[in-house]
T-cell receptor, first 112, second 109 residues
Framework: KAGVTQTPRYLIKTRGQQVTLSCSPISGHRSVSWYQQTPGQGLQFLFEYFSETQRNKGNFPGRFSGRQFSNSRSEMNVSTLELGDSALYLC???????????FGPGTRLLVL | SQQGEEDPQALSIQEGENATMNCSYKTSINNLQWYRQNSGRGLVHLILIRSNEREKHSGRLRVTLDTSKKSSSLLITASRAADTASYFCATDNNNDMRFGAGTRLTVKP
């Protein structure tokens, strides 16, 4: 089976812009979770989607949003980018809710 | 916020030695998982131990779980240079998954 794919792999944006990241889970996986990884804060849980519904959300401002489509693909959006949003954004999929997570390679976002 | 805390933050050993990393957490859990991350890439799942299990093995990996102390340890035996990576514990409390800050392991050839 193909692994989790994330696009784009690298992205440079400027403050105030918005960005959309995409994640395609492993075929058959219905749960997609998003994480932000920074040197200072480590791996922070953003949100989890299961069957097109957001099941849980981490402690992030409303500028961070996401959605999941009927084919389980997911997108996350960050509006009004800030310098502190520079991070590696990781997507993970699993068969059911939570459980063993299979991670994609990540999207490295740099905000200038 | 993070749930688990790994200890030590960094560990440097020689090839062939054993490496032990510890993880402590705060709330009750459904299971605890360990992941490895090579230099800024995605995480790779290593092993999952359920809350009613005390020890689990997978190849050169041995994981223990003590729910009374809310702690877990990961032992890598006969380490190799390829084991150089960051190791994270993650707790699943049926609500969400929380990762610790990680232990950076360096195995010198």
């Amino acid at each position: 089976k193909a692994g989790v794919t994330q696009t784009p792999r690298y992205l440079i944006k400027t403050r105030g812009q918005q960005v959309t990241l995409s994640c395609s889970p492993i075929s058959g996986h219905r749960s997609v979770s998003w994480y932000q990884q920074t040197p200072g804060q480590g791996l922070q849980f953003l949100f989890e989607y299961f069957s097109e519904t957001q099941r849980n959300k981490g402690n992030f401002p409303g500028r961070f949003s996401g959605r999941q489509f009927s084919n389980s693909r997911s997108e996350m959006n960050v509006s009004t980018l800030e310098l502190g949003d520079s991070a590696l954004y990781l997507c993970a999929s699993s068969l059911g809710r939570l459980g063993t997570q299979y991670f994609g390679p990540g999207t490295r976002l740099l905000v200038l | 916020s993070q749930q688990g805390e790994e200890d030590p933050q960094a560990l440097s050993i020689q090839e062939g030695e054993n490496a032990t990393m510890n993880c402590s957490y705060k709330t009750s859990i459904n299971n605890l998982q360990w992941y490895r991350q090579n230099s800024g890439r995605g995480l790779v799942h290593l092993i999952l131990i359920r809350s009613n299990e005390r020890e689990k093995h997978s190849g050169r990996l041995r994981v223990t779980l003590d729910t009374s102390k809310k702690s877990s340890s990961l032992l890598i035996t006969a380490s190799r240079a390829a084991d150089t990576a960051s190791y994270f514990c993650a707790t699943d409390n049926n609500n969400d998954m929380r990762f610790g800050a990680g232990t950076r392991l360096t195995v010198k050839p």
